[in-house]
């Protein structure tokens, strides 16, 4: 086995955090009791932030970000893994408090992984990855809480990134009518493709007016937060829920309780990190069914580990369509 391997490290000094490509050895892999050859890695807002070392994401420096990531066991301390089982973490911390994904090699603790669905390949686990798992979770909320195919309209905001992407095409596949919110007029023809039954800007969304506006979403799946999770609350029909899953448009929410106390309400709070794992298990197994790997191909591109400091800026600026998988290899 080789004693080093690539890997992108963020480092600070005085104060400044920075990344740079460099080998690293086994000896500096964090504690777990499965040793992985990672195969792919993604490319996620979280991602971004530890790369330009924004937002204090990562906890302990060095640090291999990389909150995603797919590959084949090398070795195994666990009954549940065996050497040459394909597996596919996401969250957990990984990336933030524990080496992630941005490496040619990863130490895990086997309950933070999941077996690659059958049939799915690992370039395809990692094109699902976070924004996938966050998409099915938000759906699975508000199934929970009453959405259903024949009950109207649903909201997707930020629809053209990678959350967005994967839930219009999950809503779609699924028989419900899938409304994509976007500011990008590039995007339209890629989100018809996936689904979308109808196209709106996102000032569409935004409060205007009153503390209440025209009830039209049966449901929602808020990608951005801030003033477009505000206009969303604003406009769901009595009983709708939205799943709140990204802050990209500010922390901040301004809304009044009219909404909720008026209209019934629901706001589901969306983190996928700590998912215990039969509900994580659940989430894969739907998606291997509804993400075929033609959707897939549509939503993704595959970009070199070099290539990751740059796209970390693109992320952070919104200038990114869909889901990057990181081929740690290339």
């Known amino acids: 086995m080789e004693t080093s391997f690539k890997a992108l490290v963020v480092e600070e000094h005085d104060g400044a955090a920075s990344s740079s490509l460099r080998d690293a050895t086994h000896d500096e892999l964090p504690a777990g009791d499965v040793l992985i050859a990672v195969a792919y890695s993604g490319l996620n807002y979280k991602d971004g932030l530890a790369v330009l070392g924004k937002n204090k994401v990562i906890r302990s420096f060095p640090m291999v970000p990389g909150i995603d990531l ?10 549940n893994f065996q050497p040459g089982d394909q597996v596919v973490s996401t969250g957990w911390g990984v990336g933030e408090r524990h080496w992630g994904g941005y490496a040619q090699m990863a130490r895990l603790k086997s309950e933070w992984l999941v077996p690659v669905p059958p049939g799915m390949s690992l370039r395809d686990a990692v094109a699902i990855g976070t924004p996938g798992v966050t998409a099915m979770l938000a759906l699975m909320a508000l199934e929970a809480h009453g959405l259903r195919p024949d009950g109207g309209d649903v909201l997707v905001t930020g629809a053209s990134g990678g959350v967005g992407s994967m839930a219009v095409a999950l809503l779609a596949h699924y ?16 989100l018809t493709a996936l689904g979308a039954r109808e196209i709106i800007s996102r000032e569409a969304i935004a409060p205007q007016g009153g503390p209440l506006g025209t009830a039209r979403w049966q449901g929602a799946i808020d990608t951005v937060g801030g003033e477009m ?32 106390i008026l209209r019934g309400v629901n706001l589901l709070g969306i983190d996928s990190l700590p998912v215990p794992l039969d509900v994580r298990r659940t989430a894969w197994a739907r998606l ?20 990751v400091p ?8 919104g200038n990114m369509r869909g889901h990057v998988v990181i081929d740690v290899n290339a």
Do not use: W
């Not at 797919?70 to 009954?79: C, E, L, N, T, Y």
């Not at 994509?180 to 023809?189: L, Q, R």
């Not at 899953?245 to 301004?254: E, I, K, P, S, V």
């Not at 291997?288 to 290539?307: C, D, G, I, M, S």
């Open 175 to 190: 028989g419900y009518r899938a409304v994509a919110a976007t500011g990008k007029a590039e995007a339209h023809d890629y």
């Open 288 to 307: 291997a069914e509804a993400l075929p790997h033609e959707v897939l191909e549509r939503t993704t591109r595959v970009a070199r580990l070099a290539e």
């Open 310 to 317: 740059a796209l970390a800026g693109e992320i952070m600026q």
């Open 70 to 79: 797919a590959g084949s066991v090398v070795a195994s301390d666990s009954p």
């Open 229 to 260: 999770l505000a206009g969303a609350l604003r406009t769901l029909t009595y009983g709708g829920s939205v799943a709140a899953c990204g802050n990209a448009g500010g922390f901040d929410l301004h809304t009044t309780v009219l909404p909720f």
